[in-house]
Nanobody, 116 residues
Framework: QVQLVESGGGLVQPGGSLRLSCAAS????????MGWFRQGPGKQRELVAV???????NYADSVKGRFTISRDNAKNTVYLQMNSLKPEDTAVYYC??????????WGQGTQVTVSS
């Protein structure tokens, strides 16, 4: 059974930091591209950051310089370090495992709220 379990969300003040984690099980983690998406209130789900199986990284323009994605293949875990958080970063953050030739998977999401 495949599971992607996100953790680390919560309430933080503007300018603060959070670190999200996504622990994967039931897949060969190292061959998957891992991404973080988010869906804010009344908005469509959007890509935040992705790290490929080969280690290439891309970020949405809105988070460049503030967020850092990383992965630990030994722990089957992908991380999203979020600094200088803004109210507009408020969203449910989802972890995604993708592969061109295999079925993709989503986590259940973790809420991030940036508010004073």
């Amino acid at each position: 059974q495949v599971q992607l379990v996100e953790s680390g969300g919560g309430l933080v003040q503007p300018g603060g930091s959070l670190r999200l984690s996504c622990a994967a099980s039931g897949i060969m983690f190292r061959i998957y591209d891992m991404g973080w998406f988010r869906q804010g209130p009344g908005k469509q789900r959007e890509l935040v950051a992705v790290i490929t199986s080969g280690g290439s990284i891309n970020y949405a323009d809105s988070v460049k310089g503030r967020f850092t994605i990383s992965r630990d293949n030994a722990k089957n875990t992908v991380y999203l370090q979020m600094n200088s958080l803004k109210p507009e970063d408020t969203a449910v953050y989802y972890c995604n495992a993708g592969n061109t030739y295999l079925q993709g998977y989503w986590g259940q999401g973790t809420q991030v709220t940036v508010s004073s």
